[in-house]
């Protein structure tokens, strides 16, 4: 089974702030890996597939990048909507969800 | 508009079982991969199963094997997932979703509790 480890589980941040999550995989993956967000009470919403290819209608400051075992999600420039809990998944075989990176107001 | 709705969930005992289901509107559900997707406290969000396009192959999560039954019904636009033997570590909100690159759409999700 492919394992999936998302850090930091916190992160505390400012509106504005730069922000990065880190996903590995404990095998190559190669770029099959998706990042959602989830709000309370809400289901997920993808917001990138294929490592770095945007969803539609998702703003341009959150970009992904990696391949093989390592990822990142970075969130240009914070803003009040994106507070929220972050998921990585692969999904080269079956799907696995990482433990999620709550991103919380500092 | 696609649109995603679980039924059936609620609480049942130890041992006991469920079925749930999904009615798909919006896109050409017989020409999708289904998933069931699961979300608790404690381990987050775990793929549990899926289903191919027409049926003929279905894959699971170790722990649910022999215990789910993951179905579909092209015709009524809809999914299914038989839960038997339930435990307690099943206790999660369950969501359909169609598959793809990723999951974008899913279901407003339905509360399985398993507890005597």
């Known amino acids: 089974d492919i394992q999936m480890t998302q850090s930091p589980s916190t992160l505390s941040a400012s509106v504005g702030d730069r922000v990065t999550i880190t996903c590995r995989a404990s095998?190559?993956?190669?770029?099959?890996l998706a990042w959602y967000q989830q709000k309370p009470g809400k289901a997920p919403k993808l917001l990138i597939s294929?490592?770095?290819r945007l969803e539609s209608g998702v703003p341009s400051r959150f970009s992904g990048s990696g391949s093989g075992t390592e990822f990142t999600l970075t969130i240009g420039s914070l803003q009040p909507d994106d507070f929220a809990t972050y998921y990585c998944?692969?999904?080269?075989?079956?799907?696995?969800f990482g433990q999620g990176t709550k991103v919380e107001i500092k | 508009e696609v649109q995603l709705v679980e039924s059936g969930g609620g609480l049942v005992q130890p041992g006991g079982s469920l079925r749930l289901s999904c009615a798909a509107s919006?896109?050409?559900?017989?020409?999708?991969?289904m998933s069931w997707v699961r979300q608790t406290p404690g381990k987050g969000l775990e793929w549990v199963a899926n289903?191919?396009?027409?049926?003929?192959?279905?894959y699971y999560v170790d722990s649910v094997k022999g215990r789910f039954t993951i179905s579909r019904d092209n015709a009524k636009n809809s999914l299914y997932l038989q839960m038997d033997s339930l435990r307690a570590d099943d206790t999660a909100v369950y969501y359909c979703?169609?598959?793809?690159?990723?999951?974008?759409?899913w279901g407003q999700g339905t509360l399985v509790t398993v507890s005597s």
């Open positions: 998944q692969q999904y080269n075989h079956f799907k696995t």
């Open positions: 294929g490592a770095s």
């Open positions: 095998q190559n993956i190669r770029s099959l």
């Open positions: 979703a169609r598959d793809g690159d990723g999951y974008v759409y």
């Open positions: 289903i191919k396009k027409d049926g003929s192959e279905k």
């Open positions: 919006g896109f050409t559900f017989s020409g999708s991969w």
